[in-house]
T-cell receptor, first 111, second 114 residues
Framework: DVKVTQSSRYLVKRTGEKVFLECVQD?????MFWYRQDPGLGLRLIYF???????EKGDIPEGYSVSREKKERFSLILESASTNQTSMYLC??????????FGPGTRLTVT | EDKVVQSPLSLVVHEGDTVTLNCSYE??????LLWYKQEKKAPTFLFML????IEKKSGRLSSILDKKELFSILNITATQTGDSAVYLC??????????????FGQGTTLQVKP
């Protein structure tokens, strides 16, 4: 079974802190994705990566950056957390033509 | 602008009812349409549809795609309380990096009452 894990299920941070969310997949997938999910807005793509050290902006990249130094690991970084970044963050991975497999999500609260 | 629209946004039914969830899309370079079920955790994959008119079926769930009219439906027959979830529709398209990004709809929240 494909497994996608995320470093934390729940996280509480203060405004202005730097926040790291990590995602690891064990299926040697080329593609990895970071989404945020908010009520009424569905899943929105923040960033994705199609290879090691390769990344591309999604629909809402502002305030976020990413890092992919190894194929199995994709990190989302909030350089200076703000309250409007309080959300559920979901990581996913996929091969080129397959469905995306999701991690359990990290519920981030910024106070 | 590419978009995926689901309807209704929420639905309340009783056990045993049949429900139909709708997903319409306007997406360039369409490749496939996917349905996911999300309970209070990660979305889990249900179906991937690439061809019009071919029904995919899994137990009480079935789905079909109409590429001419640009929509898909997800049917659930004889609903059970365990079907209560958010159902997500997503369309895969190919952009410049050829990664097959997904564009998600807002989701339909289904509540099945005993």
């Amino acid at each position: 079974d494909v497994k996608v894990t995320q470093s934390s299920r729940y996280l509480v941070k203060r405004t202005g802190e730097k926040v790291f969310l990590e995602c690891v997949q064990d299926m040697d997938h080329e593609n990895m994705f970071w989404y945020r999910q908010d009520p009424g807005l569905g899943l929105r793509l923040i960033y994705f990566s199609y290879d090691v050290k390769m990344k591309e902006k999604g629909d809402i990249p502002e305030g976020y950056s990413v890092s992919r130094e190894k194929k199995e690991r994709f990190s989302l970084i909030l350089e200076s957390a703000s309250t409007n970044q309080t959300s559920m963050y979901l990581c996913a991975s996929s091969s080129q033509l397959e469905e995306q497999y999701f991690g359990p999500g990290t519920r981030l609260t910024v106070t | 602008e590419d978009k995926v629209v689901q309807s209704p946004l929420s639905l309340v039914v009783h056990e045993g009812d049949t429900v139909t969830l709708n997903c319409s899309y306007e997406v360039t370079n369409f490749r496939s349409l996917l349905w996911y079920k999300q309970e209070k955790k990660a979305p889990t994959f249900l179906f991937m549809l690439t061809s019009s008119g071919i029904e995919k079926k899994s137990g009480r769930l079935s789905s079909i795609l109409d590429k001419k009219e640009l929509f898909s439906i997800l049917n659930i027959t004889a609903t059970q309380t365990g079907d209560s979830a958010v159902y997500l529709c997503a369309v895969r398209h190919y952009g410049s990096s050829n990664t097959g990004k997904l564009i998600f709809g807002q989701g339909t929240t289904l509540q099945v009452k005993p």
